[in-house]
């Protein structure tokens, strides 16, 4: 089993930057890959970045890549620091945990798929409002 406890959500201005953490515990010897997911009131839930832990190799959805940067610690707690933030960026953030090489299949595809993930964190919730 695996847990993932996200954090760092809240009520951010327009423009304002912020970025959430992902804490993964338990047995994640064979789990390389951790991902974002987000899902916006009403819409359907979208993969925005993944790393890789075992080559740091990343993907990000190329509609939000320029304000997006996803990174790791040498541990297990990886980051997601989103830059001028927009009021369409509020919702709910999901962090997620999958094996490789999905990274290579989202870079190929140009989108993650959320079936390549198998333990998902409880979410945090972004709000962007002025």
């Known amino acids: 089993q695996i847990q993932l406890v996200e954090s760092g959500g809240g009520l951010v201005q327009p423009g304002e930057s912020l970025t959430l953490s992902c804490v993964a515990s338990g047995d994640t010897l064979d789990y390389f890959v951790i991902g974002w997911f987000r899902q916006a009131p009403g819409k359907e839930r979208e993969g925005i970045a993944c790393i890789s832990n075992s080559d740091s190799s990343t993907y990000y959805l190329a509609s939000v890549k320029d304000r997006l940067t996803i990174s790791r610690d040498a541990k297990s707690t990886v980051y997601l620091k989103i830059d001028n933030l927009k009021p369409e960026d509020t919702a709910v953030y999901y962090c997620?945990?999958?094996?490789?090489?999905?990274?290579?299949?989202?870079?190929?595809?140009?989108?993650?798929?959320?079936?390549?993930?198998?333990?998902w964190g409880q979410g945090t919730q972004v709000t962007v409002s002025s």
């Open positions: 997620a945990t999958g094996r490789d090489p999905i990274v290579y299949t989202a870079q190929a595809m140009g989108r993650m798929n959320s079936g390549d993930y198998h333990y």
